[in-house]
Structure formats: structure tokens, C-alpha cells
């Protein structure tokens, strides 16, 4: 059985999209969903640096459309995965959702760009409204991470796998967090604009939640599960219900890797830019396959990774 999975925010590189651009379709989808998310994708996916695409409202259409462009190129189409029936299921992290939304036939690949382009602007305007952030909290005891998260006045925004639950909240309340940390727990900030699904986001859901009252979803085609608590979605409503949710709700992929086991997954699938999340599977599922798509001279080998977890 087969997970096909989408990264979040933070799995963007410099020149992402240059050596995809070439393959047939490519250039094309590009163009469409830049026009969609109203942001120029082939420039900064190909020749904007690191600091230019950590800004949220390049970030996060980057990585939907860095995603949607590798299942294209895989044959992955929502018609393919709804094939696999039973032996296939798609999950994204946080951003990563609206892609697997798209691959399980919930939402057209324009409306995907229309959605996270404004939940991307959304959120950057959010961020950059108070002085905000997220850092990863790294081993210590679950119940002392969650006690010194909240004695901080953090909220835990990820929770991603044992061991690994990233805080969000105010500066002076991570700083809090830094000066006190958990034992035998260490705190890493990230580079981030804000405190993401948080209530700090609270705009942005609303901003969301006007875009997608103009979509009329689809039921998945697929196993579709969700952040909010790894469950499967059998409904195109809910699930686009969800995905704006997200934006204030913290993400659990503990929670969806425990459905993945239950569920008897055999292979993980993270498209472009993968790492991320085979990297969490390798912690949270150990004796489960993977493969992460960074290239194009990965694509054959990923195809061969499908077909040994489908057939």
C-alpha cells in the first residue's frame, strides 16, 4: 500500500523548478498556476534566493505547485491515484494538503492555485501584523514538552513525531521557552514569518474561508487523510473545510503516520521537494519504505517505487 505525500513550508530550496522546466507539460503548468496564485513562479523557482522564497507569500505557492509538477511528471494524475483503489492513500503537511486535495480529485489544480495564493498573502499579512514565531522542541518526555509549551504561552502549532512538536506564539514567549527549556530537550528556532496554526492566523483563516466558499468540491478519489487529526475524509466539503480549519489548528502528522500504520502502508512517496517527511516516516515508521523526489533523475526509479507499492 502506498502513502503519496506533500511537504510543508520550510522544504523550498534556490532553483527548485530549473531542472523540471524542460520536461513536457512543465513550463505549461507553471504558467497556469502562477497566473492562478498570482505570483511568478518560474522566476522564483528558478532565480530568486533563499531569502526571497522563505517570505510566506512565495513559500507556499512554490511548494504546491513544486508538488503538483513532480506528480505530473510521475503520470499521477487524480484519475491514476483513484485507480489504485484500496493500495493507495495522499496526505500533505499543513500547506502540503492543498496538493493532496488536488491529487485525490477534491479541488482542480487552479483552484488549488487560487487557494494558496491567498492563504499564502493571507498569511504573510498575518505574520507580519505582530511580532511572532515557532521553534522546534527536540526529545524530552511528552508531558513535559506540553507542560513548558503552555507555562510559556506557546501553543503547540506541530506536532510532526515523537520527540518533535514544534511551539508557536509570541517572541518574548519563545524566548521564555529558550530560557526554560524542557529536560532533556533542546529548542531550535525556526525560519519562519509567524506563528502559523495558531490563533495569531485567525485573518487569514477568514481570508481562506472566503476563497473556498467559491469552490465546489468533489469527493476524494482516493484515501485523503486529514492534519486535524489523521483521520480519512471521505467528503470534498469537509475536506476543503478542514484545510482552511488548518490554517489557526495545529497539525498533527503523528497523527496521520499512526493512520498509515494501522492502515498497513508498505511505501511513503513525498514529492518535490521531498525529504522532510520520509525523514519524519524513518523516525515514526521505521520498517516502512520510502522515497523522496528531489530531481528529475529521480522520476524512474519513483515510478518503479509505485508500482511495487500498488500492485
Known amino acids: ?28 503548468l507553471i504558467d497556469e498556476f502562477s497566473d492562478a496564485a498570482g505570483t511568478d513562479l518560474r522566476v522564483h523557482g528558478t532565480s530568486s534566493d533563499e531569502e526571497t522564497i522563505r517570505d510566506t507569500a512565495v513559500a507556499q ?21 483513484a485507480s489504485f483503489g484500496p493500495k493507495a492513500l495522499v496526505a500533505g503537511h499543513s500547506v502540503g494538503e492543498i496538493p ?25 499579512e498575518a505574520a ?35 520527540g518533535q512538536v514544534v511551539a508557536a506564539g509570541s517572541e518574548q514567549a519563545l524566548q521564555q521557552l529558550a530560557e526554560t527549556p524542557p529536560a532533556r530537550a533542546r529548542i531550535v528556532p525556526l525560519k519562519v514569518a509567524g506563528a502559523f496554526h495558531t490563533d495569531y492566523m ?3 483563516r477568514t481570508a481562506l474561508e472566503q476563497e473556498a466558499a467559491q469552490v465546489q468540491p468533489a469527493d476524494p478519489g482516493t484515501g485523503l487523510l486529514s492534519n486535524r487529526d489523521g483521520v480519512r475524509v471521505s467528503s470534498g466539503a469537509e475536506a476543503l473545510s478542514r ?16 493512520t498509515m500504520r494501522e492502515t498497513g502502508v508498505t511505501g511513503i512517496l513525498e514529492l518535490l521537494p521531498g525529504g522532510t517527511l520520509v525523514g519524519l516516516a ?9 522515497f523522496a523526489v528531489t530531481s528529475p533523475e529521480d522520476v524512474e526509479r519513483a515510478a518503479e517505487f509505485i508500482d511495487e507499492h500498488t500492485r
Open 282 to 290: 524513518k523516525r515514526g515508521l521505521r520498517g516502512v519504505e520510502s
Open 128 to 162: 507580519a501584523a505582530e511580532a511572532t514565531g515557532m521553534a522546534a522542541v527536540l526529545g524530552g518526555k511528552e508531558e513535559d514538552v506540553q507542560a513548558a509549551i503552555e507555562a510559556a504561552g506557546l501553543a503547540a502549532a506541530n506536532v510532526n513525531a515523537p
Open 243 to 258: 484545510i482552511v480549519d488548518q490554517v489557526t489548528r495545529p497539525v498533527r502528522w503523528d497523527k496521520c503516520m499512526e
Open 1 to 28: 500500500m502506498l502513502a503519496i505525500v506533500c511537504p510543508g513550508q520550510g522544504s523550498q530550496t534556490p532553483g527548485l523548478l530549473s531542472p523540471w522546466l524542460q520536461a513536457e507539460g512543465a513550463a505549461e
Open 202 to 204: 485567525a485573518e487569514a
Open 100 to 124: 493532496a486535495a488536488a491529487l485525490a480529485g477534491v479541488i482542480t489544480r487552479a483552484q488549488a492555485g487560487r487557494l494558496i495564493g491567498v492563504r499564502a498573502s493571507a498569511m504573510a
Open 61 to 81: 505557492p512554490l511548494i504546491v505547485a513544486a508538488s503538483l509538477l513532480s506528480a505530473q511528471a510521475l503520470g499521477l494524475s487524480p484519475e491514476r491515484v
